[in-house]
């Protein structure tokens, strides 16, 4: 199929993370030409830029995992699971719920794999910088690449970015934050290496070295019960998520100094583990980054703004198109995350207005970019979700749709759940 006149692809998704990676998936399975443009060198969004490395909202809280994601979302795992990766559920030691944990190297494979297969054109190293539009569609996006500035036409739009950046370049109106100038907390996930692969990590040991660090040391650590780790598949090092920093606004100098200061902690903190956690003698920093962990930025308008009700409900409705099923997590002060659970049955239906933004007919919205309110937001946002509002995102985009069941019935044929 293809609606395309002057325009080189039927959809162009802005941003590869797990909403654009989704969206490039949906739309390229609807059988649109699809272009997706990342500003990094390699896909996986907050995975690989960030170190976050276990995909959650696949799968719906409870003893048992119940699926919550399928479609595109399941693509990747088949493929993670083609390079070794196990691709299974876990369960959280902290949190209880069910996670699947990533190798990053893996997973960028994974994703490079799985939209070649799909024939996606993917430009790395390029970036959305701008766009042109009518009064209510976006005409064309231009592209900042190594060669330069291009407009590329396309018929669909899918702002994946994250921050909202194709959103913001073209015009959508934005709520920064929680609407009144407060943003979630930034984390910067690490990882440690020279561990021995077969080390049982004692938690009252972590729980002790930090209690003596918080005693003088120079950044305090708030999560004193040790903080989230893990092993990181395939390789001997733990993952850690400990670092936490408030983030007052969207300045630059306040995005460096939280990379600056993530990173005098990170070395901090290795510190504490070698001196203080048998095993972790020999332990170093193996990886932070390539940026700080950014939770919450813009939320662009959309048609519809899923709300704590719907969430904490678990609302159901028949133009969902998408299901969220991981709890509220809110990182309202650094450190100190609070967790909501769904009602009804264990997951909210997300409307295909949600994935539409407010005043433009061609442009989507995937990923933490959806319309949701602060307290849905803590929910929608996670990756297996982004993956599934991605893939709807993608649906809708690829044909222009505007009604939230016919969508839905194409993202059920796709494999996806609604
Ligand atoms: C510290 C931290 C811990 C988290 N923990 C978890 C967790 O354990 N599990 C989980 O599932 N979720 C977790 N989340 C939430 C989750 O990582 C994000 O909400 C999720 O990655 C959103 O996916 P996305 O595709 O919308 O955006 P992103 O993953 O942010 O991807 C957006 C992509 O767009 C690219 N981009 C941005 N602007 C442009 C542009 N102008 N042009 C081209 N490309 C652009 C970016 O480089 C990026 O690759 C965590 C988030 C943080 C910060």
């Known amino acids: 199929m293809s609606r395309r006149t002057e325009a080189e692809y039927d959809v162009l998704v802005a941003g590869g993370g797990a909403g654009g990676v989704g969206a490039a998936l949906g739309a390229a399975r609807a059988g649109a030409k699809v272009c997706l443009v990342e500003k990094y060198g ?33 693509l990747v795992l088949d493929e993670l699971r083609r390079l070794g990766m196990d691709g299974k559920p876990h369960m959280s030691e902290t949190t209880g719920n069910w996670i699947i944990l990533l190798n990053p190297e893996g997973l960028k494979l994974a994703l490079d794999r799985v939209l070649e297969a799909h024939g996606v054109d993917v430009l790395l190293h390029t970036r959305v910088a701008a766009a042109t539009r009518t009064a209510d569609r976006i005409e064309a996006a231009t592209l900042a690449g190594m060669e ?163 969430i904490l409900s678990g609302r159901q409705r028949e133009d969902g198109v998408a299901r969220a099923a991981w709890p509220v997590e809110l990182h309202g002060a650094a450190g100190k995350p609070v967790y909501h659970s769904i009602g009804g049955p264990g997951f909210a239906s997300i409307p295909l207005d949600a994935l539409r933004a407010k005043g433009l007919d061609n442009l989507y919205l995937a990923g933490r970019v959806i319309g949701a309110d602060p307290i849905a937001y803590g929910s929608t946002r996670v990756m297996g979700t982004a993956f599934a509002t991605g893939e709807a995102a993608g649906i809708a985009a690829a044909a222009g749709l505007t009604d939230g069941a016919e969508v839905a019935g194409r993202v059920r044929e796709l494999g996806g759940l609604t």
């Open 42 to 74: 390699f896909l996986g969004g907050a995975a690989t830029t960030s170190q976050v490395l276990a995909y959650c909202g696949f799968f719906q809280q409870g003893e048992a995992p119940a699926q919550a994601v399928g479609g595109a979302g399941e």
């Open 148 to 310: 330069g500035r291009r407009r590329v036409v396309a018929e669909g739009f899918v702002d994946a970015t994250g921050d909202a950046n194709l959103s913001l370049v073209s015009g959508v109106p934005m709520r920064v934050g929680d609407g009144e100038g407060a943003l979630q907390a930034v984390s910067a996930p690490i990882r440690v290496g020279g561990i021995d692969p077969d080390l049982k990590i004692d938690r009252e040991a972590v729980k002790t070295a930090i209690a003596r660090y918080n005693e003088t040391g120079a950044f305090p650590i708030a999560r004193t019960d040790g903080g989230i780790y893990t092993r990181v598949p395939g390789t001997g090092e733990m993952w850690w998520m400990v670092i936490d920093l408030p983030l007052p606004d969207l300045t630059s100098a306040s995005f460096t100094h939280a990379e600056r200061t993530a990173r005098k902690m990170a070395h901090d903190y290795v510190e504490i583990l070698q001196g203080g956690v048998p095993g972790f003698e020999r332990a170093f920093l193996a990886q932070t980054g390539p940026q700080i962990g950014i939770r919450e930025t813009r939320h662009p308008a959309a048609r519809y703004e899923m709300t704590a009700e719907d």
